[in-house]
Antibody, heavy 119, light 107 residues
Framework: EVQLAQSGAEVKKPGESLKISCEAS????????IAWVRQMPGKGLEWVGI????????RYSQSFQGQVTISVDKAINTASLQWSSLKASDTAMYYC????????????WGQGTMVTVSS | SYVLTQPPSVSVAPGQTARITCGGN??????VHWYQQKPGQAPVLVLY???DRPSGIPERFSGSNSGNTATLTISRVEAGDEADYYC??????????FGGGTKLTVL
């Protein structure tokens, strides 16, 4: 079964760093791009960025460029999203999702990681 | 930046047909995808490339796209269809863009 399993919920203070992860299973990890999507409490979906696990080519939404870093570790079939200095406004659910091979849609989603940033 | 506009809410009685629109400039020239998100759950892809259904999605879900409006149509609506629905597309400058979402209420 194709799955994306995300790391657990995090509670952090402003200014702290954080890295959340998304482990793929059930398919060839390097074949398909992996995206990250933010959903702030009670709000809609926002595309954060996307990475090609094969060569680590990365693209970011202009809204998130410079604010987060997306990376992969092919050895453990895992994509990651990280912050160097969190802000309260980073509080949200973050989903990873696989890009469908034949279309620019996301066909498999992780269960989400809730990130709470509060002093 | 490219903007996708959805109605905040749509209501329909069980057994009737729900239509959820997604407006965008010349959206008919682009491929539109639709996601269903139930409370507390991750989104699920229900249509891609305007009208193709992923495996496991009922035939009751269909789509169309022309001019400045794409439409998700849900026939014979069931209580279990109650959810938020998001349209999405890929745009050259903005990459992946989502609509604001529509809450479907089954009366």
């Amino acid at each position: 079964e194709v799955q994306l399993a995300q790391s657990g919920a995090e509670v952090k203070k402003p200014g702290e760093s954080l890295k959340i992860s998304c482990e793929a299973s059930g398919y060839s990890f390097t074949r398909d791009w992996i995206a990250w999507v933010r959903q702030m409490p009670g709000k809609g979906l926002e595309w954060v960025g996307i990475i090609n696990p094969s060569d680590s080519e990365t693209r970011y939404s202009q809204s998130f460029q410079g604010q987060v870093t997306i990376s992969v570790d092919k050895a453990i079939n895992t994509a990651s999203l990280q912050w160097s200095s969190l802000k309260a406004s980073d509080t949200a659910m973050y989903y990873c999702a696989r890009q469908l091979v034949a279309a620019n849609a996301f066909d498999i989603w992780g269960q989400g990681t809730m990130v709470t940033v509060s002093s | 930046s490219y903007v996708l506009t959805q109605p905040p809410s749509v209501s329909v009685a069980p057994g009737q047909t729900a239509r959820i629109t997604c407006g965008g400039n010349n959206i008919g020239t682009k491929s539109v995808h639709w996601y269903q998100q139930k409370p507390g759950q991750a989104p699920v892809l229900v249509l891609y490339d305007d009208s193709d259904r992923p495996s496991g999605i009922p035939e009751r879900f269909s789509g169309s796209n022309s001019g400045n409006t794409a439409t998700l149509t849900i026939s014979r609506v069931e209580a279990g269809d109650e959810a938020d629905y998001y349209c999405q597309l890929w745009h050259t400058n903005d990459h992946w863009v989502f609509g604001g979402g529509t809450k479907l209420t089954v009366l």
